[in-house]
């Protein structure tokens, strides 16, 4: 009933952002160890993100995850591009890699998948044999 849940968002809005229209990346956040960025998207949609509230934000904790595009040239060249909404190593904060990709994923950017010696040179951070 929007009579009774109309004056609650008003009062939300007022008392952290003290007006009514904040912009939509103040109202909500992608935060992820030293990553605080703006994020746009909502449930159950395309760019599916799902929020809970900190700090009289939302902050988004689930949703969308891993989105890889590859594609072939005519030339039979393999040709690819991936995000993550934080890093690759969402489960150590230690690592540089944590949130090192939640920049380019509110920015909706991508990052290039090298995958030949010759495309991934120059990209290495450690080689090793399980």
Do not use: C
């Not at 009289?56 to 040709?79: A, C, K, R, T």
């Not at 909404?85 to 990052?111: C, V």
């Amino acid at each position: 009933d929007a009579a009774t849940t109309l004056p609650k968002d008003i009062a939300y809005l007022r008392e952290n952002f003290a007006r009514l229209d904040p912009p939509l990346g103040v109202l909500l956040r992608d935060r992820h160890g030293k990553a605080d960025v703006p994020v746009y998207g909502g449930p159950d949609a395309l760019r599916a993100i799902y929020f809970h509230r900190e700090d009289g934000v939302g902050i988004g904790y689930n949703g969308d995850s891993f989105i890889m595009l590859i594609e072939w040239g005519p030339d039979g060249q393999v040709h690819s591009r991936s995000i993550q909404p934080w890093g690759a190593a969402t489960t150590r904060p230690e690592s540089k890699h944590y949130a090192d990709q939640a920049a380019l994923f509110t920015r909706e950017q991508w990052k290039p998948v090298w995958f030949d010696a010759v495309t991934l040179a120059g990209h290495v951070e450690r080689e090793y044999r399980p």
